[in-house]
């Protein structure tokens, strides 16, 4: 009997580069991975995309949707009044069955509010986080990081949760038995960090669904030596862009230096494999985007500056968490209390805000 296959809903009009760049990659997905792709959008705009690329409408399945909610709409408001916006009737796909993830490239704090309302949160989730994988230095290792942007504001016990959550994403999508768990703070003493940290600190030493090894400076974040990191979304989101950053400037650094002169132009062609290889792993568009774990449904937001090579990778990275039945697997570990937490006197809880 044939397998079914992945089906994937995209809000085809979110990001900076929507629809063209969101249609363009969506359909490289849907022959490549052999997903079934839904976009949501505008018709006569997704067809004009396809059919500028001479792409056969009819191989994919495109879903009307009426509004679009723009990066500068408040999310909350945004959702109730426009309840057919790309987002709102992508992410009500998922909740009816129709669709097994959803993903979207435009308001990462719609598609949060959006998942947050349809879909609802996992059982012992207070607050959902959004995880991205990062390159270390080791090579075909990764790190995942979270929260990247969900949770600008944390308490002790969100930071335990997010730990939980990537153990529990590393231990079935990476195959990695015991993921190593680090806590992101300014020192390797359990003694530094401000009072989310130390507080943070002892929860996670408490937690036996987890193997916390401490914590990780940001030079550690790279090296390896962690499979898993948390931190608040606002600390998790500025490390992101410093990455990205950072990995477009050292391969801009690499385009101007090795091709001067003669020697460097016949090196250059000598070591494309390898600058191939580095870009594949530096580059952030290789990576596609965050999952945002802790709803009841696969979502992943993509960065807003996605082009077509970025949202393939998104759907990629979808079509994973949904053929390893992550979800299944965040619902059915078992749940436990955290450990004599009060309340969060310094960092007064918020409604979701999230930030890049």
């Given at each position: 009997?044939?397998?079914?296959?992945t089906r994937?809903?995209?809000?085809?009009?979110?990001?900076?580069?929507?629809p063209?760049?969101?249609v363009?990659?969506?359909?490289?997905?849907?022959?490549?991975?052999d997903?079934a792709?839904?976009?949501?959008?505008?018709?006569?705009?997704?067809?004009?995309c396809?059919?500028?690329?001479?792409?056969d409408?009819?191989?994919i399945?495109?879903?009307?949707?009426?509004d679009?909610?723009?990066?500068?709409?408040?999310?909350?408001?945004?959702?109730?009044r426009k309840?057919?916006?790309?987002?709102?009737?992508?992410?009500?796909?998922?909740?009816?069955?129709?669709?097994?993830?959803v993903l979207s490239a435009?308001?990462s704090?719609?598609?949060m509010?959006?998942?947050?309302?349809r879909l609802?949160r996992l059982?012992?989730?207070?607050?959902?986080?959004?995880?991205?994988?990062?390159?270390?230095?080791?090579?075909?290792?990764?790190?995942?990081?979270?929260?990247?942007?969900?949770?600008?504001?944390?308490?002790?016990?969100?930071?335990?949760?997010?730990?939980?959550?990537?153990?529990?994403y590393s231990?079935?999508?990476?195959?990695?038995?015991t993921?190593?768990?680090?806590?992101?703070s300014i020192?390797?003493?359990?003694?530094k960090?401000n009072?989310?940290v130390?507080?943070?600190h002892?929860?996670?030493?408490?937690?036996?669904e987890?193997?916390?090894?401490?914590?990780?400076?940001g030079r550690?974040?790279?090296?390896?030596?962690?499979d898993?990191i948390?931190c608040?979304?606002f600390?998790?989101?500025?490390?992101?862009?410093?990455?990205?950053?950072?990995?477009e400037?050292?391969l801009?650094?690499?385009?101007?230096?090795?091709?001067?002169?003669?020697h460097g132009?016949?090196?250059?062609?000598l070591?494309k494999?390898?600058?191939?290889?580095i870009?594949?792993?530096?580059?952030?568009?290789e990576?596609?985007g965050?999952?945002?774990?802790?709803?009841?449904?696969?979502?992943?937001?993509?960065?807003?500056?996605s082009k077509?090579?970025?949202?393939?990778?998104?759907?990629?990275?979808?079509?994973?968490?949904?053929d390893?039945?992550v979800?299944?697997?965040?619902?059915?570990?078992p749940?436990?209390?955290s450990?004599g937490e009060?309340?969060?006197?310094?960092?007064?809880?918020?409604?979701?805000?999230p930030?890049?």
């Open positions: 009997m044939a397998l079914t296959r994937i809903a995209i809000d085809a009009m979110g990001g900076d580069y929507a063209q760049e969101v363009l990659g969506a359909y490289r997905a849907h022959q490549e991975l997903v792709i839904s976009l949501v959008g505008d018709p006569v705009q997704i067809k004009a396809l059919e500028a690329r001479d792409l409408p009819n191989e399945t495109i879903v009307p949707a009426e679009v909610i723009a990066m500068a709409d408040d999310p909350m408001t945004s959702l109730r309840p057919r916006s790309s987002i709102n009737v992508a992410m009500n796909l998922v909740k009816a069955g129709e669709a097994d993830a435009g308001h704090g719609a598609a509010a959006a998942a947050l309302l609802g059982p012992g989730v207070d607050r959902p986080a959004i995880g991205v994988m990062l390159p270390t230095v080791i090579p075909g290792k990764q790190v995942l990081v979270l929260d990247v942007g969900a949770n600008v504001d944390c308490r002790p016990k969100f930071l335990e949760q997010f730990a939980v959550m990537g153990s529990t231990h079935w999508i990476h195959n990695i038995a993921p190593r768990v680090g806590l992101l020192g390797e003493e359990s003694s960090g009072d989310l130390l507080r943070a002892q929860l996670l030493q408490k937690n036996s987890i193997y916390f090894v401490g914590n990780a400076e550690d974040v790279l090296s390896g030596q962690f898993v948390v608040d979304g600390v998790g989101n500025t490390l992101l862009k410093f990455a990205e950053a950072m990995g400037a050292l801009n650094i690499l385009k101007e230096e090795l091709p001067r002169g003669l132009k016949v090196g250059s062609s070591l494999p390898n600058l191939r290889r870009k594949q792993r530096m580059d952030h568009a990576h596609g965050g999952l945002l774990l802790g709803v009841a449904g696969i979502c992943v937001i993509s960065h807003g500056s077509a090579r970025s949202i393939f990778h998104a759907i990629r990275f979808a079509k994973e968490a949904v390893h039945r979800l299944d697997h965040l619902m059915n570990r749940k436990k209390e450990r009060e309340s969060h006197p310094s960092a007064p809880l918020s409604s979701p805000s930030v890049g």
